[in-house]
């Protein structure tokens, strides 16, 4: 059986992830993602006011021409979990194809969500929930299998196709985390199997976000104490304290909610992306908050609430807001620039949850924001967190376990593969044979 891999999008950028693979005249696509810092947003983006053809020209989405160039059908869409970098082009795209969308229940109640607030291209397609460690036939030739696996958002997996070739494993996005602060831990055991059954493992796509950094990703047990340190200094602080984080990381909000409480404020969430991720991982059960936690994302409500934190007094409260990469709409952004009614004063504590992303718009867009806070006197604490994706020892860990007959790194560009690339060729792995660097558009030939 003929298996060809399409990689279609996030091959020379992180963002706009899309790969197809083709196993004889059957098809699976990975992912329908957007580069987000082409339309310089993170959290805080409407991109269903926007249409296909101009994201694509202007590469926030995957251009995916060169389905047209693989022979057979789709028999299914596996978005590896709820980022926008993965999901965000779904309601743009999936409408071409008559497949389902399966993945766990977290992601495709988001996918539910975009594509209910978009209905331009009225994307029909199924929406199937598929749980980790399980697994479904999508064909009578081809069985996918859902790996858990740790990462900066809840219920994310590792898609393995198995075909008659052996298994292609789609390695996006994760970190080993052995104490995740919720969820189950990474499922190393059946990555160990993987690579010892059957036929093995024919293809491993790798995340190589951070390809480039020595040592190992800390869990987000780590970042988890480094925010109770940071939150518990403060205790006897009666000014304002406001914190900022990746509004679909679930876990992180938990902690800063509930450390919060424990130094005696009143945590609220306020923005649009805030309301809406924790919104739904609690409808879904993943988490129980407090009852009287406040969630506003319309902004005429989080006005009124940054109004009653003013009138009663900033030391009760701490907002847990959007903005960590100085995104122009987000609530961090417009309280640096005066435009909340939230008033910082000399001393008022800054909180960033969470690492620029390292792009010129993003760091561009943080440097202004902190600025911005610096100048009306306010105290900032920087990069209180951990990576939701693994460095140089992780993945020479993943590498080791899984052990497969071909290599396709992704997820950066050719500066940012080059750490992976080190760590593949000391492993036997060689260029042009078995370790293949891919392109937007290209097609690898696996078997003929």
Same mark, same amino acid.
């Given at each position: 059986?003929?298996?060809?891999?399409?990689?279609?999008?996030?091959? =020379?950028?992180?963002?706009?992830?899309?790969?197809?693979?083709?196993?004889?005249?059957?098809?699976?696509?990975?992912?329908?993602?957007?580069?987000?810092?082409? !339309?310089?947003?993170?959290?805080?983006?409407?991109?269903?006011? &926007?249409?296909?053809?101009?994201?694509?020209? &202007?590469?926030?989405?995957?251009?995916?021409? #060169? &389905?047209?160039?693989?022979?057979?059908?789709?028999?299914?869409? !596996?978005?590896?979990?709820?980022?926008?970098?993965?999901?965000?082009?779904?309601?743009?795209?999936?409408?071409?194809?008559?497949?389902?969308?399966?993945?766990?229940?977290?992601?495709?109640?988001?996918v539910k969500q975009m594509i209910q607030s978009e209905d331009k291209f009225g994307v029909e397609n199924e929406l199937v929930k598929m749980d980790p460690g399980e697994t479904t036939r999508v064909s009578d030739k081809l069985e996918l299998e859902f790996v858990n696996v740790t990462?900066?958002?809840?219920?994310?997996?590792?898609?393995?196709?198995?075909?008659?070739?052996?298994?292609?494993?789609?390695?996006?996005?994760?970190? #080993?985390?052995?104490?995740?602060?919720?969820?189950?831990?990474?499922?190393?055991?059946?990555?160990?199997?993987?690579?010892?059954?059957?036929?093995?493992?024919?293809?491993?796509?790798?995340?190589?976000?951070?390809?480039?950094?020595?040592?190992?990703?800390?869990? =987000?047990?780590?970042?988890?104490?480094?925010?109770?340190?940071?939150?518990?200094?403060?205790?006897?602080?009666?000014?304002?304290? !406001?914190?900022?984080?990746?509004?679909?990381?679930?876990?992180? #909000?938990?902690?800063? #909610?509930?450390?919060?409480?424990?130094?005696?404020?009143?945590?609220?969430?306020?923005?649009?992306?805030?309301?809406?991720?924790?919104?739904?991982? =609690?409808?879904?059960?993943?988490?129980?908050?407090?009852?009287?936690?406040? &969630?506003?994302?319309?902004?005429?409500?989080?006005?009124?609430?940054?109004?009653?934190?003013?009138?009663?007094?900033?030391?009760?409260?701490?907002?847990?807001?959007?903005?960590?990469?100085?995104?122009?709409?987000?609530?961090?952004?417009?309280?640096?620039?005066g435009e909340t009614p939230y008033e910082l004063d000399p001393g008022d504590k800054v909180i960033f949850s969470a690492r620029v992303i390292p792009e010129p718009t993003n760091e561009g867009q943080r440097y202004q924001v902190e600025q911005l806070l610096k100048m009306q006197g306010?105290?900032?604490?920087?990069?209180?967190?951990?990576?939701?994706?693994?460095?140089?020892?992780?993945?020479?860990?993943?590498?080791?376990?899984?052990?497969?007959?071909?290599?396709?790194?992704?997820h950066q560009d050719l500066k940012g593969m080059s750490g992976y690339v080190s760590i593949a060729r000391n492993e036997g792995y060689e260029m042009g044979r078995d370790l293949h660097i891919s392109y937007n558009g290209n097609r690898i030939q696996l078997v003929d």
């Amino acid at each position: 059986m003929e298996i060809e891999i399409a990689t279609i999008g996030g091959y =020379e950028e992180v963002g706009r992830q899309m790969t197809a693979v083709r196993a004889g005249d059957e098809i699976v696509i990975f992912d329908m993602g957007l580069n987000l810092s082409k !339309v310089l947003i993170h959290d805080n983006v409407e991109t269903e006011r &926007m249409h296909s053809l101009d994201l694509i020209a &202007m590469g926030a989405i995957p251009d995916d021409r #060169v &389905m047209s160039k693989l022979e057979g059908d789709v028999k299914a869409i !596996v978005p590896t979990h709820g980022h926008l970098d993965h999901i965000g082009a779904i309601s743009k795209l999936a409408h071409r194809y008559d497949a389902p969308i399966i993945g766990t229940p977290f992601t495709i109640e988001l996918v539910k969500q975009m594509i209910q607030s978009e209905d331009k291209f009225g994307v029909e397609n199924e929406l199937v929930k598929m749980d980790p460690g399980e697994t479904t036939r999508v064909s009578d030739k081809l069985e996918l299998e859902f790996v858990n696996v740790t990462h900066s958002i809840i219920d994310a997996i590792n898609p393995v196709l198995h075909t008659p070739e052996g298994a292609i494993v789609y390695g996006l996005d994760k970190r #080993v985390d052995h104490t995740p602060v919720l969820g189950d831990p990474i499922d190393m055991d059946r990555f160990r199997e993987l690579g010892r059954e059957g036929d093995g493992v024919l293809a491993y796509i790798e995340d190589c976000t951070n390809a480039n950094s020595k040592g190992r990703t800390p869990s =987000e047990a780590v970042a988890r104490a480094h925010l109770k340190d940071v939150l518990y200094s403060m205790e006897d602080y009666d000014g304002g304290i !406001v914190a900022t984080t990746f509004s679909s990381h679930i876990a992180r #909000v938990t902690s800063l #909610v509930e450390f919060a409480r424990d130094i005696g404020r009143r945590p609220v969430l306020l923005g649009r992306s805030m309301e809406k991720y924790s919104g739904t991982a =609690e409808r879904l059960d993943f988490v129980e908050f407090p009852g009287d936690l406040g &969630m506003y994302g319309h902004r005429k409500s989080v006005d009124r609430t940054f109004q009653r934190v003013m009138k009663e007094g900033k030391g009760n409260y701490l907002p847990i807001i959007t903005g960590h990469q100085g995104e122009p709409r987000a609530m961090l952004t417009r309280m640096a620039r005066g435009e909340t009614p939230y008033e910082l004063d000399p001393g008022d504590k800054v909180i960033f949850s969470a690492r620029v992303i390292p792009e010129p718009t993003n760091e561009g867009q943080r440097y202004q924001v902190e600025q911005l806070l610096k100048m009306q006197g306010a105290r900032i604490y920087d990069d209180v967190h951990v990576s939701g994706h693994a460095r140089q020892e992780g993945l020479y860990e993943m590498l080791t376990t899984i052990q497969p007959q071909h290599v396709i790194p992704a997820h950066q560009d050719l500066k940012g593969m080059s750490g992976y690339v080190s760590i593949a060729r000391n492993e036997g792995y060689e260029m042009g044979r078995d370790l293949h660097i891919s392109y937007n558009g290209n097609r690898i030939q696996l078997v003929d």
